[in-house]
């Protein structure tokens, strides 16, 4: 079955930087488009960015110039490097694919950016 296993969350001060991995397994994981969401307190889920299975990035206009997804289709992973964080950008952060119509996310990680 599908499993996406994120990881790299933590506590960082404003213009800091972190890195997000997604361990990926379950789907043949080259074939798929791969995307970040994040979810802050009291706020619905939204897509952050999105990697096509061809490489083709988007992002959300609040990240773009400051996010960074990208894909290893050897390991099957996924990562979202971040940098110049701001306080809005706390969130639980998760891994996402769509197989068969369905979608799924991972348990998340934890991202808090303190002023």
């Known amino acids: 079955q599908v499993q996406l296993v994120e990881s790299g969350g933590g506590l960082v001060q404003a213009g800091g930087s972190l890195r997000l991995s997604c361990a990926a397994s379950?789907?043949?994981?080259?074939?798929?488009?791969m995307a970040w969401y994040r979810q802050a307190p009291g706020k619905q889920r939204d897509v952050v960015a999105m990697i096509t299975s061809g490489g083709s990035t988007n992002y959300v206009d609040s990240v773009k110039g400051r996010f960074t997804i990208s894909r290893d289709n050897v390991r099957n992973m996924v990562y979202l490097q971040m940098n110049s964080l701001k306080p809005e950008d706390t969130a639980v952060y998760y891994c996402?694919?769509?197989?068969?119509?369905?979608?799924?996310w991972g348990k998340g990680t934890l991202v808090t950016v303190s002023s």
């Open positions: 379950g789907f043949i994981f080259s074939t798929n488009t």
């Open positions: 996402s694919t769509t197989r068969n119509g369905t979608p799924y």
